[in-house]
């Protein structure tokens, strides 16, 4: 960059063009009566800017569609792989690399290996499918994030840290061999996409390895988190962003991995690790539900964009422009006085529902009734993460509301541009003038599990 324009631009220009749908107020009032008021059932289509996730919705480089037209579709020993694992080895230096379709799929085979019922494993903060499917195997998933994480106001660098005294505890008092691993989620996705410090992964890897338990990372979005640690941690201004992962992975023994976030392919993960008898295990599980070791479920085109994906999110310029982007975001809104999360994280600015809606109590689904605004007034799809999607629900029907009633903005990778950004600025604000006239939801019909994907609503009047 040139020492004196200090604008970040988007490090790419643009190739190929997907056309976005403009609907009116009126079109939209009628779609989203028709969903249900569930914006999980609204067709994509229909979506103008679309934040529900950055889970494979990012966009592909010119180099990753050149790979996939090398993909090697050999069932055996396909030339892919190796790329791919070597890809993954150069960041991670794991011994083995075993390919899986997703990042929960690495999970379930890892913890199918270790877990038994009764067992403890302790995270920062459980991504839910990390909980779910340690929790499928008896076991207890036991979130142990710093004290900074439960303050949505509070800035400080590292609110994705481990409460690392808390750890230290547990592993007094839990029995050695009913903890079968401790893993740390980097960014810490469920705590607001917020980082963890190297002297968090060092500090984290000590304690395990002093009582003998492996330490995995849950890695999605392990360059997002390198390069918080670049900028804010003392020390690490003047190394890469590979060398700072490279050093985050040589703390751990292992790791899982989503290759739809930090992987930068639209399908795709891994479980990497060093042991060489849970390998075997891990692969023999894998042969059973996924595939052969060298593709995993995977196609031989998408191991090739994912072996691309892995080297370029760690170009520095996208790092950049990718961090500076939610910054960007959060700047304008806390302009503009909007609440949320702070400081912004890497995939997600996380809008605070209680704090802008005080009149709408959690029993009438303040998130869910801000997620809807934003659809009915600028065609943006975010998600609730409030007591719709974590409410616990009581056999007498009584419901407990969530801690937080959050609405996640979440940016897929390379996909909008500042002018896009500036939008998302402008409803979010002209929406958050609007609260008082905002009322909330009832619950009309809904599953008995995960019911945020299929519950259908009734606006209260
Ligand atoms: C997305 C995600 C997963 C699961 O990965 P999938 O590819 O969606 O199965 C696990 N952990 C974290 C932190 C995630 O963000």
Redesign the pocket.
């Known amino acids: 960059m040139h020492p004196h324009f200090r604008t970040i631009i988007e490090p790419f220009r643009i190739k190929t063009v997907e056309p976005i749908q403009f609907t009116t107020w009126e079109q939209r009032a009628d779609i989203i009566e028709a969903a249900g008021y569930n914006l999980f059932l609204v067709r994509a289509e229909n979506v103008l800017i679309d934040l529900l996730t950055d889970?494979?919705t990012g966009a592909m480089s010119s180099f990753q569609w050149a790979g996939m037209m090398q993909g090697d579709e050999s069932y055996a020993g396909a030339r892919s792989f190796y790329k791919f694992e070597a890809a993954a080895q150069r960041i991670t230096g794991f011994k083995h690399i075993i390919p899986t379709h997703?990042?929960?799929?690495a999970?379930r085979i890892l913890f199918g290996n270790v877990c038994k019922p009764g067992y403890v494993v302790p995270n920062n903060t459980h991504?839910d499918?990390?909980r779910a499917n340690v929790e499928c195997q008896g076991a207890q998933a036991l979130d142990l994030p710093c004290a900074e994480a439960h303050q949505p106001a509070l800035i400080a660098p590292f609110k994705g840290n481990m409460d690392v005294d808390a750890l230290t505890h547990t592993l007094q008092t839990v029995p050695r061999d009913q903890v079968p691993v401790v893993m740390l989620?980097v960014t810490?996705?469920?705590g607001g996409g917020q980082p963890v410090s190297m002297a968090n992964i060092r500090a984290v890897s000590q304690v395990c390895h002093a009582h003998g338990v492996p330490f995995f990372l849950?890695a999605?979005?392990f360059a997002e988190n390198a390069f918080f640690i670049k900028q804010r941690e003392p020390g690490y201004a003047d190394k890469t962003a590979l060398e700072i992962a490279q050093e985050m992975f040589s703390y751990a023994d292992g790791c899982?991995m989503?290759?739809?976030?930090d992987g930068m392919a639209n399908i795709g993960?891994f479980l990497a690790l060093h042991d060489d008898d849970l390998a075997q295990r891990c692969k023999n599980t894998l042969i059973l539900t996924e595939g052969f070791p060298t593709y995993g479920g995977l196609a031989g085109y998408d191991l090739e964009a994912i072996a691309v994906g892995l080297e370029e999110v760690l170009h520095e310029d996208y790092l950049r422009y990718r961090l500076r982007s939610i910054a960007y975001l959060g700047e304008k809104l806390d302009a503009a006085g909007v609440p949320f999360m702070k400081p912004t994280g890497g995939h997600a600015l996380y809008l605070d529902a209680a704090a802008m809606l005080p009149h709408i109590p959690a029993s009438h689904y303040p998130a869910q009734a801000l997620a809807v605004a934003l659809y009915q007034e600028g065609g943006i799809r975010s998600v609730e993460i409030g007591s719709v999607m974590f409410g616990r629900v009581h056999a007498d029907g009584s419901e407990e509301p969530a801690a937080l009633e959050l609405v996640r903005l979440a940016f897929p990778r390379r996909v909008y541009t500042q002018s896009h950004v500036d939008y998302v600025a402008e409803v979010v604000t002209y929406v958050a003038r609007l609260k008082d006239n905002l009322r909330g939801y009832r619950i009309s019909w809904q599953p008995p599990q995960l019911r945020h994907f299929s519950a259908q609503f009734e606006p209260l009047r």
């Open positions: 889970s494979g997703q990042g929960r799929a999970e991504f499918t990390t989620t810490n996705n469920s849950d999605c979005r899982t989503s290759a739809k976030k993960g």
